[in-house]
């Protein structure tokens, strides 16, 4: 399944909302994530792509958008 | 060994609500108590000093103990807004308890410094007996009551709790505790020109993770569920990060004790009055384990487990 489908599938999950955001869309303007949502979708994605993200990168700039969670989990691979 | 013997606490009676606050940093009273689970914080007055404010909790601490200043061996007090930074309130609180040789030391940590001062009394016991554990803030001379700072001065309130660790006698013992350091995150929570600087997504986002992980390791690691667990006293940070903690932990989240809502968050003062009111409320001897968790500036973090004796 592509990437970003599945990303975008812990997204919906985590914020109970079906809205699609463009890749490059803020998913806190969008008002899918906020601080806490933001803690859920984390821990949903390392379920989801069987990953580890550790402290250091625990910073919402990197996971603000779907396209910054896809180069993110790429370079984890 | 180490038993938690007694709690105190002090709190000014000046009340802020959010009706009040909100206005000066342009969000509504109803934001302010969905983002945070705060209703009314207390805010000290202007001749007020932090030492001050510890000294109040600190008797307070001592006659519901039914100790005198003069049983201690130590004196540690938690702080993230000393009025100097050098020296900080624990000599000025020794002092105002009338002791002029007794060991006070600071610890300079805002949230999580109460429960690295009982995690530190709880090792020391043995050779002091009777450490005094004080945490005291004055959190609204550190935020800014305008729109730029919404984030913190909606949260924040001043207030001050004690706790007396004894080698001898108490109504729980200290069994374990775990205590944590990531100083590669700092930049999220730190005071800067005197003023509380916080990332608020990326404190949440580490609490929210660090907070269960430090828990379930040491229940983990006395072979404890979290539904054995009698009561969760954590820093009142956020009603909702503490709900958080809860559903991470599978646990209802009626088994955490909250006052964030009449006190706001105050620092690492919050975990000590949260212990006090607690305790105050307890009818009878403790049933079950007491787990006891902050998180705060450092990055430090860390829970405690106390068991009943």
């Known amino acids: 399944m592509d990437p970003q489908v599945r990303i975008l599938k812990v997204l919906q999950k985590v914020s109970g909302k079906e809205i699609s955001p463009g890749a490059d869309e803020s998913l806190f303007v969008s008002g899918l994530l906020d601080s806490f949502a933001l803690a859920d979708f984390v821990t949903g994605l390392e379920e989801e ?5 550790p402290d250091s990168d625990l910073s919402a700039r990197k996971f603000d958008t779907i396209g910054k ?5 790429a370079a984890k691979r | 060994m180490a038993f938690l013997r007694a709690f105190g606490s002090w709190l000014p009676p000046r009340r802020v609500s959010n009706r009040e606050l909100a206005p000066l940093v342009e969000a509504t ?13 207390r ?12 000294l109040l909790a600190a008797q307070d601490c001592l006659e519901k103990a039914g100790a005198t200043a003069a049983d201690l061996g130590m004196i540690l007090v938690a702080s993230g807004s000393s009025d100097r930074f050098c020296p900080g309130p624990a000599g000025q ?35 002091a007996g009777r450490v005094l554990v004080v945490g005291t803030e004055i959190m609204s001379r550190r935020v800014s009551l305008t729109p730029e700072g919404k984030n913190t001065a909606i949260l924040f309130g001043d207030g ?23 100083g590669s995150s700092s930049e999220v929570l730190f005071v800067h020109d005197g003023q509380f600087q916080m990332d608020g997504s990326a404190v949440i986002l580490h609490a929210s993770r660090k907070i269960p992980r430090a828990i379930n390791e040491l229940l983990a690691r006395n072979q404890l569920a979290a539904s054995q667990v009698e009561a969760f006293l954590l820093h009142q940070a ?55 968790s902050a998180f705060g500036s450092g990055l430090n973090w860390g829970a405690l487990l106390a068991i009943p004796r």
Do not use: M
């Open chain 2, 43 to 54: 805010y000290a007055s202007e001749t007020d000093i932090v030492s001050g404010v510890g």
């Open chain 2, 238 to 292: 956020n009603l909702n990060l503490i709900a958080r903690v809860a559903a991470a932990l599978k646990t209802p989240k009626e088994r955490f004790f909250t006052n964030i809502a009449g006190y706001g968050n105050t620092s690492s003062a919050s975990l000590l009055i949260a212990a006090d009111e607690w305790h105050r409320g307890l009818t009878g001897a403790l049933a079950g384990p007491l787990v006891f």
């Open chain 1, 69 to 73: 969670v896809e180069a993110y989990l």
């Open chain 2, 93 to 127: 609180i020794a002092a105002g308890l009338g002791l002029a040789s007794t060991p006070a030391l600071d610890i300079p940590v805002s949230s999580a410094g109460s429960l690295i001062g009982l995690t530190l009394a709880a090792q020391l016991a043995a050779t």
């Open chain 2, 29 to 41: 009273p109803e934001w302010i108590l969905e983002v945070s689970g705060i209703e009314e914080r």
């Open chain 1, 49 to 53: 792509f069987g990953v580890t993200i």
């Open chain 2, 160 to 182: 001050a709790g004690a706790a007396l660790v004894d080698a001898d006698s108490g109504f729980a013992r200290i069994a374990d505790c775990c205590l944590f350091t990531d």
